[in-house]
């Protein structure tokens, strides 16, 4: 049974830091390339970021370059997003999602295995 547990999520001010986690179970985690997601109140769910399974290519959207980070450990099944500098559009629940191969894209359909999502708010 596939089964993903995403942590991490909760209230952070303008500027502060949050680390969200992605634990998978059920599949073959290190073949799978693992992206995060988002859907802010009201708007579409979008790519944030990208890790590919050979832990190679990282891929961000444009909004979070140079303030989120991705990185996996293979070792734990897990997956993180590094966000600082965070900014009220950052929030929005976050969800991470699995799809095989070693390469990332922001193409919500062709991923084959999604979490329940976590919440994250930026506000003062």
């Known amino acids: 049974q596939v089964q993903f547990v995403e942590s991490g999520g909760g209230l952070a001010q303008p500027g502060g830091s949050l680390r969200l986690s992605c634990a998978a179970s059920g599949f073959a985690f290190s073949y799978y390339s693992i992206g995060w997601f988002r859907e802010a109140p009201g708007k579409e769910r979008e790519g944030v970021s990208c890790?590919?399974?050979?832990?190679?290519?990282?891929t961000y959207a444009d909004l979070v370059k140079g303030r989120f980070t991705i990185s996996r450990d293979n070792a734990k099944n897990t997956v993180y997003l590094q966000m600082n500098s965070l900014k009220p559009e950052d929030t929005a629940v976050y969800y991470c999602?699995?799809?095989?191969?070693?390469?990332?894209?922001?193409?919500?359909?062709?991923?084959?295995?999604w979490g329940q999502g976590t919440r994250v708010t930026v506000s003062s």
């Open positions: 999602a699995a799809i095989r191969g070693p390469f990332c894209t922001t193409s919500i359909g062709e991923y084959d295995y």
């Open positions: 890790i590919s399974s050979d832990r190679i290519r990282t």
